[in-house]
């Protein structure tokens, strides 16, 4: 009987498979309607360290179609390697308008935000954009958002992305890049389906004012979910949360499992945090690792490996509809998945997510933090760590 109620399980998530694709195809297939007015811009890309494409990733901030923006990159290190990227760049677009911030000053343990708030002042515009250093920027980027932006009610405006494994980092990137793609992606579409309105960090556009409505970065800089909390904030004004027309795709730079486990588990601490209940109903993307345990919980009985085939089937076609559709919206960097890497995406994704309900120290950019609900609070590094 245990094995039948899995086996259901089964059936559900490969349908959940099945209404992601349709709801990313749909997402595609969208107008691209163009702003009304171009006010002027600041992108901020807080860096650290280099990662792997980071200069390919910079240099397409350079490349928007967009009349008036500014650049502001933010290191805490002139030591720091991605400032020598960065310096390359400048010359090379020596027109662009861009500031460079080095600034040490930690303002609490989320490193990012602190990073942030020594930019801020640089920023010379109304309209600011905080992006990812790692993410690769279609060159409508900012036209999209700021079209977003100007529609009635709207705060904040973020933007859907996946994931881009670069090709010397082999099926750990892989597997990474399909989580983002194949599985974050249609999750974030089929939950704006369903009226949810979520700030995903790797963009965040908003004006200065709106920004000072919510508190400011400095009410954000003791939190692991600062992007959350600040989507709920801007929510709490009355506004609501729009999400571009764009596709933006960020490099997976993990080149081991373990750093990958590290990455995908601050991920999924970060929404346990916010979203206990959600969380735990996303196991129903992962249709593989409830088939695979109908097989073992029916002892390997005939049917189960029917459906475990047939589920194989729907994820492959699900995957491949994905891909199909992105490559229109996000051109050759939309990834392609690996069929046989599926199995082991499905079941390292629900391992990560019940381990969330235990595992208290998340690791983000070498710096252990201690996850208190949505706080961070920085650990005492042991020796080893």
């Not at 650990?379 to 080893?384: E, F, L, N, S, T």
């Amino acid at each position: 009987m245990l094995a039948e109620v899995v086996a259901f399980l089964a059936v559900l998530a490969g349908m959940q498979c099945l209404a992601g694709w349709i709801a990313v195809a749909c997402f595609v297939a969208r107008p691209h309607p163009a702003p009304m007015e171009y006010p002027p811009v600041t992108m901020l890309k807080p860096l650290c360290g280099a990662e792997p494409l980071l200069e390919e990733a910079l240099a397409s901030c350079f490349g928007q179609v967009y009349p008036t923006f500014q650049i502001v990159f933010g290191v805490r290190d002139e030591a720091d390697p991605a400032l020598a990227v960065v310096r390359r760049l400048q010359a090379r677009f020596a027109e662009c308008d861009i500031a460079i911030v080095v600034d040490p000053t930690l303002h609490g343990p989320n490193r990012k935000v602190s990073n942030l708030i020594n930019m801020l002042p640089s920023a010379r515009y109304d309209a600011l954009v905080i992006s990812d250093s790692d993410l690769h920027l279609s060159p409508h980027y900012l036209g999209r958002l700021v079209a977003e932006l100007e529609k009635s009610g709207t705060g904040l405006v973020t933007a859907a992305y996946v994931g881009l494994p670069p090709a010397e980092l082999g099926w750990r990137a892989k597997l990474g890049a399909t989580q983002i793609t194949h599985n974050f992606m249609p999750g974030v579409l089929l939950s704006r389906a369903l009226r949810r309105q979520d700030c995903l960090g790797s963009t965040t556009m908003l004006h200065r004012d709106t920004l000072a409505r919510t508190g400011g970065l400095h009410t954000l800089v003791h939190l692991l979910a600062e992007d959350n909390v600040l989507g709920q904030r801007v929510r709490d004004l009355g506004l609501s949360i729009g999400l571009a027309d764009t596709v933006v795709v960020a490099t997976v730079p993990e080149p081991s499992l373990r750093a990958l486990w590290h990455h995908e588990m601050r991920w999924t601490r970060t929404i346990r945090a916010s979203a206990p209940l959600a969380l735990a109903a996303s196991t129903l993307q992962y249709p593989l690792f409830w088939a695979a345990m109908a097989c073992a919980l029916s002892g390997g009985a005939f049917w189960s490996i029917a459906l475990y085939g047939g589920s194989w089937a729907v994820r492959v076609a699900s995957v491949m509809g994905i891909d199909s559709a992105l490559c229109r919206k996000a051109g050759r960097l939309a990834p392609s998945a690996a069929a046989w890497l599926l199995p082991v995406r499905d079941i390292l994704s629900v391992v990560e997510i019940g381990a969330s309900y235990w595992i208290e120290d998340v690791t983000w950019r070498g710096h252990k933090m201690k996850a208190n609900g949505i706080a961070a609070n920085p650990v005492v590094p042991q020796m080893g760590s």
